[in-house]
């Protein structure tokens, strides 16, 4: 294995783990007939929910999901 591969490998690795940690941190979404009926009131006290830590977190989710896959794509062509 070449040290190009190795280093790929070793941040692929390191994304991978931040995925699984990034996705474990982040609230469960309300599921069911109560989160249903409670849905409004919960959309109308978080105007501000752009600035949440679940919204950083989301996005965080996706630019690291991204490197994920990008990273697997290079390692398959090397």
């Known amino acids: 294995m070449n040290v190009l591969s190795l280093v790929f ?8 783990l931040a995925l699984i940690a990034i996705v474990l941190l982040q609230s469960g979404k309300s599921s069911g007939l109560s989160g249903a009926i409670a ?8 105007k501000g929910k752009a600035e949440s830590l ?21 390692l398959n062509l090397i």
């Open 54 to 74: 679940d919204a950083r977190l989301a996005k965080l989710t996706k630019w690291v999901a991204g490197a994920f896959v990008l990273l697997t794509l290079v």
């Open 39 to 46: 849905g409004g009131a919960e959309t109308f006290f978080s």
């Open 9 to 16: 490998t070793i941040i692929q690795v390191i994304c991978c």
